[in-house]
């Protein structure tokens, strides 16, 4: 079982990137699944998930708005499309899956993680 995320950059202040997130040896389409990140100095923090019976989202509060979290269950992909990036934005993000329903905020319950891929945001 593997997540593979990818996309990451360099951008400078209001730009946009795509993150992607695919996964390989089982199929994720019944699984909720995140991203998180961490910049340097600071602990992990969820950025936003997506429900797996309705694609519900969740996000962080500094993210709403700018980010969108989607996923296309037929390409076992898991995409983040960020606009209006900011310097604070700068960190390593991870993608994620979870087997257990709710709780999208915790990091600890999510049972799967990919390698992260570095997004930095210039001024």
């Known amino acids: 079982v593997q997540l593979q995320a990818s996309g990451g950059g360099m951008v400078q202040a209001g730009g946009s990137l795509r993150l992607s997130c695919a996964a390989s040896g089982r199929t994720f389409r019944s699984s909720d699944m995140g991203w998180f990140r961490q910049a340097p100095g600071k602990a992990r923090e969820f950025v936003a998930a997506?429900?797996?019976?309705?694609?519900?989202?969740y996000y962080a509060d500094s993210v709403k708005g700018r980010f969108t979290i989607s996923r296309d269950n037929a390409k076992n992909t898991m995409y983040l499309q960020m606009n209006s990036l900011k310097p604070e934005d700068t960190a390593v993000y991870y993608c994620a899956a979870k087997e257990s329903g709710g709780y999208y905020y915790d990091e600890w319950r999510y049972d799967y993680w990919g390698q992260g891929t570095q997004v930095t945001v210039s001024s």
């Open positions: 997506i429900r797996w019976t309705d694609d519900g989202t």
